[in-house]
């Protein structure tokens, strides 16, 4: 059965740093790209980031390009999410997602982690 | 980059039939893939349509997907409406920039 699991949440200041962990399991992991979705309270799905397979091909939303860094470990079936310069607006429940190709559908998606910048 | 919009709400009775629309603002809805999702309060979303018109496993024939390109839009159709139905309903396609684009988002109430 396949799952996904997100960690590593919780309050952070603005202009501090967080990283994210999503944990796969129940299908062959280096054959799907993992998605980074998140959620601002009240509002709709924004895509942040996607790795795909080996690792090697990344992109970004413009939202998050440069101060986002998102990386896989294939090993451990682990997606991780490297947040720095954190801002206010990236407050939201970040999900990861998986997709077996790009115009594919994400088929499986973690419940997610809440990330909280506040002062 | 482009969007996805669609109507903020859609309201209608128990058994009726409701349509949401999913206008891209640039691009050829036809070029890509159009899929459709359903979130439910507190929970993940979940694929209720794939590739334009495809049903997942364990959806019902009363979902269905198409796309229209003389309005370059896509919708989702929800016919014998049950309150089981209501949730936030959200598109997402893709562009040949490698960004990955999610509509609007439709909250669909069975009255």
């Known amino acids: 059965q396949v799952h996904l699991v997100e960690s590593g949440g919780g309050v952070v200041q603005p202009g501090r740093s967080l990283r994210l962990s999503c944990a796969a399991s129940?299908?062959?992991?280096?054959?799907?790209?993992i998605y980074w979705v998140r959620q601002a309270p009240g509002k709709g799905l924004e895509w942040v980031a996607v790795i795909w397979y080996h690792g090697t091909i990344k992109y970004y939303s413009d939202f998050v390009k440069g101060r986002f860094t998102i990386s896989r470990d294939n090993s451990k079936n682990t997606v991780y999410l490297q947040m720095n310069s954190l801002r206010a607006e990236d407050t939201a429940v970040y999900h990861c997602a998986r997709g077996a190709s790009p115009s594919v559908d994400l088929d499986y998606w973690g419940h997610g982690t809440l990330v909280s910048v506040s002062s | 980059n482009f969007m996805l919009t669609q109507p903020h709400s859609v309201s209608e009775s128990p058994g009726k039939t409701i349509t949401i629309s999913c206008s891209r603002s640039?691009?050829?809805?036809?070029?890509?893939?159009v899929h459709w999702y359903r979130q439910r309060p507190g929970s993940a979303p979940a694929s209720v349509i794939f590739?334009?018109?495809?049903?997942p496993s364990g959806v019902p024939d009363r979902f269905s997907g198409s796309i229209d390109s003389s309005s370059n839009s896509a919708s989702l159709t929800i016919s014998g409406l049950k309150t089981e139905d209501e949730a936030d309903y959200y598109c997402q396609s893709y562009d040949s920039s490698n960004h990955y684009v999610f509509g609007s988002g439709t909250k669909v109430t069975v009255l």
């Open positions: 129940g299908f062959t992991f280096s054959s799907y790209g």
């Open positions: 640039s691009g050829i809805i036809a070029n890509h893939y």
């Open positions: 590739e334009n018109n495809q049903r």
